[in-house]
Nanobody
Framework: QVQLVESGGGLVQPGGSLNLSCAASGSIVSITNMGWYRRTPGKQRELVATIARGGSTNYADSVKGRFTISRDNAKNTVFLQMNSLKPEDTAVYYC?????????????????WGQGTQVTVSS
């Protein structure tokens, strides 16, 4: 099995910063894309940012210029540096990994999700 464990959420004032991290573990052979998504009550989960294994990135328009996604391939870890946070950034943030695992003599590629970490931006 593949597990994703997020950390770094919390309460921050508007204009503040937070750094989220997500470590993947398990019988991982490789990870292609990794990313962050978020969900607020009553809304669907939305993309925040993704990063390919080679480093190319993609951001939602609402976070461009404020958030930076990065990854450490050797540690199967993805980060999200969030600056200039706004109240509308309040959400549960989920880590995602497109990972291939090896188990029982078989390679399997699947999408995996973390349990989510709460980010609250409020004064």
């Amino acid at each position: 099995q593949v597990q994703l464990v997020e950390s770094g959420g919390g309460l921050v004032q508007p204009g503040g910063s937070l750094n989220l991290s997500c470590a993947a573990s398990g019988s991982i052979v490789s990870i292609t894309n990794m990313g962050w998504y978020r969900r607020t009550p009553g809304k669907q989960r939305e993309l925040v940012a993704t990063i390919a294994r080679g480093g190319s990135t993609n951001y939602a328009d609402s976070v461009k210029g404020r958030f930076t996604i990065s990854r450490d391939n050797a540690k199967n870890t993805v980060f999200l540096q969030m600056n200039s946070l706004k109240p509308e950034d309040t959400a549960v943030y989920y880590c995602n990994a497109d990972a291939t695992k090896y188990s029982g003599g078989v390679y399997r590629r699947n999408d995996y999700w973390g349990q989510g970490t709460q980010v609250t931006v409020s004064s």
